[in-house]
């Protein structure tokens, strides 16, 4: 009998222990994925931290697709993605939900005389149609193409909208936002894109159209070239209490200004 007690007694605890697992709050909360968010999520995460005493917010810059997939196999608590969900990717059980609205800056090199591209001759130029900057106002210089690695958010954003899906003639794919940047900021014949909240002033950002990319801009649909910023999580896991206040907070009006400061658009 006694041993019959004790039995009950291990199962029990088992199985409370089993209950808490995915409720458990360390007091942290892990965010992963689009390196054009850094600046946006890394402003909000310093707000939080220091509007909440003993909780640490932790951001790995990895790109949009290993940010989803972080989130699908439950190695982060909140993905970041500058590219709406795929439908095989919400299939997977994982929901988005839009933070921001970015446009994607498309960058040249300062001394570059070239200002306006409208979306037909950007598209001619990543396709290799347009190979030489004097056939659109500029110097005479072979256009050297930058862009962004397979499955970064910014460049499935660019190549959607120019309708250069599979089909650009990069001359460099490169990691992060902060390397296109760099990249183009020393090449004077290099064109590239990038998150409008991350351009610097190493580089010149070129009118769409004749629109400047701006958040009046973007908000009002007139810039065209832009993306959401989206949260990523895994429907059926539910957050820490942690992880749901941080959610919360950067989803309520309370962190438009945070969010218009870092360069992107809040959607409230």
């Known amino acids: ?46 707000a939080f931290e220091e509007n909440n005493s003993g909780v640490t917010f932790t951001y790995n810059p ?47 090199n300062p001394d570059n005389p070239v200002n306006d591209l409208d979306l037909e001759t950007l598209g001619k130029v990543y396709m290799g149609e347009i190979t030489n900057w004097k056939d659109i106002g500029g110097n005479d210089l072979e256009i050297v ?5 397979a499955g970064s958010g910014t460049r499935e954003g660019f190549e959607s909208i120019t309708g250069t899906e599979d089909a650009c003639r990069y001359r460099q794919e490169l990691t992060s936002t902060g390397d296109v940047i760099t990249t183009v900021a020393g090449n004077p014949a290099a064109i590239g894109y990038a998150s409008l909240a991350s351009v610097k002033e190493t580089v010149k950002t070129l009118l769409a159209g004749g629109i400047v990319p701006t958040e009046e801009t973007v908000k009002d649909g007139s810039y065209v070239v832009q993306r959401p910023f989206v ?29 218009s400061s870092a360069g992107a658009v809040p959607v409230n």
């Open 231 to 259: 949260l990523v999580t895994k429907s059926s896991t539910e957050l820490s209490e942690t992880a749901q206040k941080f959610f919360d907070y950067i989803t309520s009006p309370e962190a438009d200004e945070i969010i």
């Open 145 to 149: 193409l930058i862009g962004r690695e």
């Open 62 to 108: 990895a790109g949009s697709g290993s940010g989803i997939t972080a989130v699908a196999e439950g190695r982060c608590d909140i993905g970041l993605s500058s590219r709406n969900l795929k439908d095989e990717e919400k299939a997977q059980g994982l929901t988005e939900t839009v933070l921001a609205l970015d446009g994607i800056a498309v960058i040249v």
């Open 1 to 46: 009998m006694k041993k019959f007690i004790t039995l009950i007694t291990i199962v029990s605890l088992v199985s409370a222990v089993m209950t808490g697992c995915g409720k458990e709050d360390s007091g942290t909360v892990s965010t992963d994925g689009s390196t054009s968010m850094e600046k946006v999520i890394g402003a909000l995460g310093e």
